[in-house]
């Protein structure tokens, strides 16, 4: 990927009502190197809107690289990628310190997880100490070597991958740790039309970059943010995002239900959702588009129905045909 030699907006924009404007700018963007995944990438887009990180599993070969340097492209921001193998240590990721002979002192060097995105490559297999480095990054927004903190940049977003077929000599996240990710996204096969699509656009460009213009800036993304922190939350919205989770843990599939961090993150992408489709307050609607995104790898089913259609979005699907949605306030419109 390289950028377009267009300058960058200085400043992003404050005003809530700017937010769905910069936010198609953004995923026209990178709608222009990932084909026909508008829906995923506008989630990819409200998790990063909402502070988050993102875990993107979907099968090999399906973008989920590209969309992540596209999006650094065009926020702007620093891009390092991890790639994460068995044999990858914490120093890889995080720096270590280094004896400068000269000086007689040691010097930290630090390592990728220094940057403003961070693709996680294939973060399933490494061993849990490295992915433990990462998630304390993740969490924290800082590294700890040699008993030495280092704060990170801000913003600081991690989109990981995971491969969901092959198990082999991988170490899958336990939910501790994958309720840490603020959405799951998978983008799943284009349909014959985008497929052929992504071809056209290979032949015409004669090359394999895809120019990515630079919409805005940390600065601006930050600010963008900032913006979206005022997006308006009822109570019964909010009330209804706790019921869902709730929900969840009652489900007679379920062996663990969602945290209250699930919670937390049903409001926080909502509110960003509803950002983007330029409102400043949240609908029910809106906490039922990204409900699965949220919740499905924050459950887990019980172990005897492995072997069935069971899974987390079933189960998400099924607390929201249950549980009551509030009526929408028609005063905020």
Known sequence: MTTADQPAEPAGPTALTDVAGFAERVLDEVGRAVVGKREALTLVLAGILAKGHILLEDFPGLGKTLAARSFAGALGLDFARAQFTPDLLPADLTGSYVYDQRRAEFDFRP?????????ADEINRTPPKTQAALLEAMQEGQVTVEGQTHRLSSPFHVLATANPVEYEGTYPLPEAQLDRFLLRVSFGYPDAGEEYDVLRRRLDRQREEVDI?????????????????RVAVDESVGRYC????????????????????GSLGLVLTARAWAAIRGRDFVVPEDVKVVARAVLAHRITVKPELWMTQASGARVVDSVMASVETPRTLESRR
């Open 213 to 229: 213009a630079q919409v805005t800036d940390a600065a601006g993304l930050a600010a963008v943010q900032a913006a979206v922190e």
């Open 111 to 119: 390592g990728p997880i220094f940057t403003g995105l961070l693709l």
């Open 242 to 261: 706790v019921d869902l989770v709730a929900a969840t843990r009652a489900h007679a599939d379920v062996l663990t239900g969602a945290s209250p961090r």
